[in-house]
């Protein structure tokens, strides 16, 4: 790609990273009317629709295929930061959700995105940096396991949150 056509997709990806996170937000509150786990699905789903889109973005040459696989990547994985942050509030003790916020970010930013670049280093030097692009997708798929598997218990531990706060968080 030229810096110029990157500039653009850098630019309609940012575009779809804010659509995603609206998008996301919206449906996770949907599904959170439908189920207690709502949230957590929509992260799921969210994180599970990126992959395709991020292997399409390995895969494809530059042009018009790889600005849309881009902006769907960006779009789809941005699904996460409302549920997540909504359901850190679910969660955390009473008076104590900014904390909790906090540490979530921290945690997920310190084993995850700071690794990430020494990781991809290390597979890039190993053998190629397009088999290196395929640790993060196949990270995706890992994350939407680990998320669904999540959504067995959080009914108990949103019931266990919620009977343990005092005040107007209680009503969630």
Do not use: N
């Not at 996770?28 to 969210?46: P, Q």
């Not at 921290?106 to 690794?115: E, N």
């Amino acid at each position: 790609m030229s810096k110029g056509q990157a500039s653009t997709l850098f630019g309609l990806a940012l575009f779809g990273g804010l659509g995603g996170v609206l998008a996301g937000g919206r449906i996770a509150d949907r599904l959170r009317r439908r189920g207690v786990a709502g949230r957590l699905w929509t992260i799921v789903l969210g994180i599970s629709l990126t992959a395709p889109c991020a292997a399409m973005s390995i895969l494809v040459p530059a042009g018009i295929g790889l600005y849309f696989a881009g902006v769907a990547t960006m779009f789809f994985i941005s699904w996460y930061h409302a549920p997540v942050a909504a359901t850190v509030d679910d969660l955390a003790p009473m008076g104590r959700s900014v904390a909790a916020q906090g540490l979530v970010i921290f945690t997920m930013h310190l084993l995850g995105t700071a690794p990430s670049s020494w990781v991809i280093g290390i597979v890039s030097k190993e053998w190629s940096l397009t088999t290196a692009m395929w640790v993060p997708t196949v990270a995706l798929g890992v994350a939407a396991s680990c998320m669904a598997f999540a959504t067995r218990s959080f009914a108990v531990d949103a019931s266990r949150a919620r009977a343990g706060r005092t005040g107007p968080e209680q009503a969630l």
